[in-house]
């Protein structure tokens, strides 16, 4: 008997339901001046290359399925896998100054279309706002050439769009949601992109902050969960905040501001630029001035999400943005910099360890420049390509539940799933009354009815960790009772029944201990003790029972009745009688009625009636049972 609504939610974990495969086509990496990665199946770390790329901020690169480099972009002009310019590739109306001002992503259901889309930045008032470019690869012997270019996309109500751009595919595996963010309005837009082009029409929420000069809103990043389904966002002096996504609607809720610098905070100190998940989507990494930050998504309420903060370490020269590779690890951008720092097992709480200037980026030196390669503050536009799979594990660990109603006991428990995982450590959370248990099974007593979220973080001895979102919905107690529908219980004289009527304040079912029917009415024919049993459509139960005994007493219908005022022997009363049951009939000595009622009340007194002797019939209103005398009436 189900108990519990277990609705399941979010699923922060390793392998979720919404699982995105990038192949290689995100394994070749083209940003800051002249640098490059390139990220190699069965390497433990990435590859340095050089680039033509000189870029301060915005950047983009894509590689073919097999990691093999196409084309990238600093959202003026677009470069070929040689390092060289290609057909038709300048003057694409972005920014190189625009902190996400380039994002590739390749045409729905092409293999060899691609858009480019750029921003412009906040130094240039942000004016040339939101465009796209297509580019064929098909065309120059398989260098590509950009086949439009520059093209204008205009955001609702003439609103400029800020320097955060981001991608992630829709669930069908085909189409994605463009989203960017306006400027002095907390309104983001999702565009969606289809086989047919970019929608005239982005899916609008206005949600979170304002983004105003104030707090430097202009520049900063946005960057999906791996499994689409969360979405932070930073300010340059304005902190961080965590927003729901709604891979399927396009639309984002919830916002939560996880950290924010104070007010008057120096901007070296409180710059906040890059922000990335870990590849579990249980972990978020960002920086707030040179401290680089860990917050645990699994911590509970934002408060206790706050809570979590925990200094890794630091860089002191300033930091740009933190991004993901295929190799698990998060590498980060500073300026000037000639190598990338890293977070090594960013998936772990404490197992995470951050390396300083951990990843190198050349071992060459430009005879013709006076600077080898070297990062600045951006690093490529990381877009996850719509490919949807179901992972071999889909959830490690399962729950269960047994029954439990408001006041008794509930049992939850997990089950592991992955022969390959060992549980160690089990935490639930009860919001919004913030109760927390621990251990593989526990038995909470919930004192009020209505919903709770829960989250449930499981902790494996490898290090890793998944989580449940559920929603409990706890049902009320069940008020319930039997009773007989005659005044005392018990057979009365001439009844060859009684009802029996059981009562719930909630829809459910009725079980009789001594019959297969359901009904809440019966009518017995013999006394003894009667048990039901109630269950509500919910689940809780409740038993009542009642004694229903024979007739007691004496049956009386009396003869005399002296209706003189002192309410001794007032009335004609018929004792042993179910009162109500009984229709009667009274006449006088020459067969005149004189008096008639349909279920007798024990009520008459001869009311304007002479002394003398009458005659009466009472018939039973069910069984039609018939009794008859005669009554002296004595004043």
């Not at 196409?70 to 310019?85: E, I, K, N």
């Not at 400029?160 to 085909?174: D, R, S």
Request: net charge neutral; aromatic share 10%.
């Amino acid at each position: 008997m189900k108990k519990y609504v277990l609705l399941l939610g979010l699923l922060l974990a390793l392998t979720s339901g919404f699982t995105v495969r990038a192949q290689g086509e995100n394994d070749v990496w083209c940003f800051g001046l002249r640098a490059g990665l390139k990220f190699q199946k069965g390497s433990a770390v990435p590859t340095y290359l050089v680039s033509a790329i000189e870029s301060f901020e915005a950047c983009a690169s894509v590689a073919d399925a097999s990691g093999n480099l196409l084309f990238y972009t600093d959202a003026t002009s677009v470069w070929t896998r040689q390092h060289t310019l290609m057909a038709n590739g300048t003057a694409l109306g972005g920014s190189t100054s625009s902190s996400q001002g380039a994002l590739i992503v390749r045409a729905v259901d092409s293999s060899q279309e691609y858009y480019i889309f750029t921003l412009d930045d906040k130094e240039h008032n942000l004016k040339a706002g939101l465009r796209y470019s297509l580019l064929h690869m098909g065309l120059q012997n398989g260098m590509g050439a950009v086949t439009q270019k520059n093209q204008p996309i205009a955001l609702p109500g003439g609103k400029l769009p800020t320097e955060h751009l981001a991608a992630i595919p829709q669930p069908n595996g085909h189409d994605y949601w463009i989203v960017v963010h306006g400027f002095n309005t907390n309104e983001f837009y999702a565009y969606s992109l289809t086989k047919a082009g970019l929608a005239a029409t982005p899916v609008i929420s206005a949600v979170g902050a304002v983004f105003t000069s104030v707090t430097t809103a202009e520049t900063g990043i946005m960057r999906f969960s791996p499994d689409g389904r969360r979405l932070a966002v930073t300010r340059l002096m304005g902190g961080l905040e965590l927003f729901d996504f709604d891979v399927a609607t396009g639309q984002l809720s919830n916002g939560v501001v996880v950290t924010a610098p104070a007010a008057n905070t120096p901007i070296l100190q409180g710059r906040m630029v890059g922000a990335e998940f870990s590849a579990d989507g249980t972990l978020l990494y960002t920086h707030e001035g040179p401290n680089i930050l860990q917050f645990d998504l699994l911590a509970g309420s934002p408060a206790a999400v706050r809570a979590s903060r925990r200094r890794l370490g630091s860089i002191e020269r300033p930091i740009g943005d933190f991004l993901r590779g295929s190799d698990g690890r998060i590498y980060i951008a500073a300026l000037y910099e000639s190598a990338l720092s890293v977070i090594e097992n960013p998936n772990q709480v404490l197992g995470a360890r951050f390396l300083f200037r951990g990843q190198r980026l050349n071992a060459y030196v430009d005879p013709n420049s006076t600077m080898p390669p070297c990062s600045q503050y951006g690093l490529p536009n990381y877009r996850l390509n719509p490919v949807l799979a179901t992972p071999e594990v889909e959830e490690a660990f399962r729950i269960v539940s047994a029954p439990g109603c408001v006041g008794s006991p509930s049992s939850f428990r997990v089950v592991g799933r992955d022969p390959q995982r060992t549980i160690s450590r089990v935490t639930w959370t009860f919001a919004p009354d913030a109760t927390v248990y621990s251990g593989l099974a526990i038995a909470p007593v919930f004192t009020q009815p209505g919903s709770r979220e829960l989250l449930v973080v499981v902790e494996f001895t490898n290090g890793t960790r998944q989580s449940q979102r559920l929603t409990v919905s706890v049902p009320p107690n069940v008020s319930f009772r039997l009773r007989a529908e005659n005044s005392t219980g018990s057979f009365a004289c001439g009844e060859r029944e009684v009802v029996l009527t059981a009562e719930a304040t909630t829809p459910g079912t009725f079980h009789w201990a001594d019959s297969p029917t359901t009904e809440p009415v019966r009518r017995i024919t013999a006394p003894g003790l009667y048990r039901v049993r109630f269950e509500s459509e919910a689940g809780c139960a409740a038993l009542d029972s009642i004694v229903v005994a024979p007739p007691s007493g004496t049956c009386t219908l009396p003869n005399i009745i002296t209706p003189n005022g002192d309410d001794a022997n007032q009335r004609f009363v018929l004792t042993g009688y179910e009162a109500g049951h009984w229709a009667i009939t009274v006449y006088n000595r020459w067969g005149r009625a004189v008096y008639e009622q349909v279920g007798y009340q024990n009520d008459w007194q001869a009311d304007n009636q002479p002394a003398g002797v009458y005659y009466y019939q009472l018939r039973h209103l069910t069984t039609n049972e018939r009794l008859k005398g005669w009554v002296e009436v004595v004043r």
